[in-house]
């Protein structure tokens, strides 16, 4: 059974970093897209960034250029370095994982099929 376990959440204040990782246990598959979602109580779930075993990443406009994702295959982790990070940043992170390529659909929180239980983070001023 697939199990995704998300770590690094916190406090920080505005212009600071947090590192997020997500650890996958029980999965097999040698072609995976594993993606960072996050999610304010009362709205919905929004694509955060994704990257699959291709390497290929995308980015939501709204953190690209402050966010970077990156994976390391032999800890079966993805991390989600959060820098510059702002107020509206404030959110429950889920990392999410799916067999196959990211592709153009890295964003449909439809597409996957594992889900972490997810981390907080909160930006304060």
């Known amino acids: 059974q697939v199990q995704l376990r998300e770590s690094g959440g916190g406090s920080v204040q505005a212009g600071g970093s947090l590192r997020l990782s997500c650890v996958a246990s029980?999965?097999?598959?040698?072609?995976?897209?594993m993606a960072w979602f996050r999610q304010v109580p009362g709205n919905e779930r929004e694509a955060v960034a994704s990257?699959?075993?291709?390497?290929?990443?995308s980015y939501a406009h709204s953190v690209e250029g402050r966010f970077t994702i990156s994976s390391d295959s032999a800890k079966n982790t993805v991390y989600l370095q959060m820098n510059s990070l702002k107020l509206e940043d404030t959110a429950i992170y889920y990392c999410a994982a799916r067999a196959g390529a990211c592709g153009d659909s890295w964003y449909l929180q439809s597409r996957y099929d594992y889900w972490g239980q997810g981390t907080q983070v909160t930006v304060s001023s």
């Open positions: 990257i699959d075993s291709y390497g290929s990443t």
């Open positions: 029980g999965y097999t598959y040698s072609r995976y897209c």
